[in-house]
């Protein structure tokens, strides 16, 4: 049972440019979530999806964006980046269970370096 | 004031101690409790739900009190395999989906 991917590991990016990065949720979750963890921080939620839609947002300005595809996959998108936006992304999907918080796991991240 | 709050540590402690760490939360309403496990560069994960009744795995008892605002993770007989950062994690209030962590507790064990 394959748990959450995400690919790519790795990015290094220039100021001003966009990004796109990739997740595949657990087998049998319908539900991804984007959080962003800067170094020494804990994750910020960035926001949510299901159903194909943003269902909710955290506090992140509109460069940041994403995608759910019908098959439960996801991308969050980053443009006009800037330095600030050094982190690890990580992906984390869960059940929907009537919209409850329920458990949710993690991929292993895309460490993302803007230079 | 921040919505989760934990003492990031460093905790320093040998082999076989037991060590507690302790998270606050601002939103009453919160609905849902966890600690997460993250070592060094990887992902968060799961080490145990918490409930107001306190839940035990192992060595490990986590312990909420709604009262207080106040959530607690003991560990008993600590191994080195232990050193990571803990991170108290609340959920949103009504259902949300949404994730809240701390900045995460730091536990180093030495021999």
Known sequence: DAGVTQSPTHLIKTRGQQVTLRCSPKSGHDTV???????????????????????????????FSGHQFPNYSSELNV?????????????????DVRGSTDTQYFGPGTRLTVL | RKEVEQDPGPFNVPEGATVAFNCTYSNSASQSFFWYRQDCRKEPKLLMSVYSSGNEDGRFTAQLNRASQYISLLIRDSKLSDSATYLCVVGGSSNTGKLIFGQGTTLQVKP
Do not use: H, K, V
């Not at chain 1, 979530?33 to 020494?40: P, T």
């Not at chain 1, 443009?79 to 984390?92: K, T």
């Open chain 1, 79 to 95: 443009n006009a980046l800037l330095l600030g936006d050094s982190a690890l992304y990580l992906c984390a999907s869960s059940p």
């Open chain 1, 33 to 63: 979530s984007w959080y962003q963890q800067a170094l020494g921080q804990g994750p910020q939620f960035i926001f949510q999806y299901y159903e194909e839609e943003e269902r909710q947002r955290g506090n992140f300005p509109d460069r």
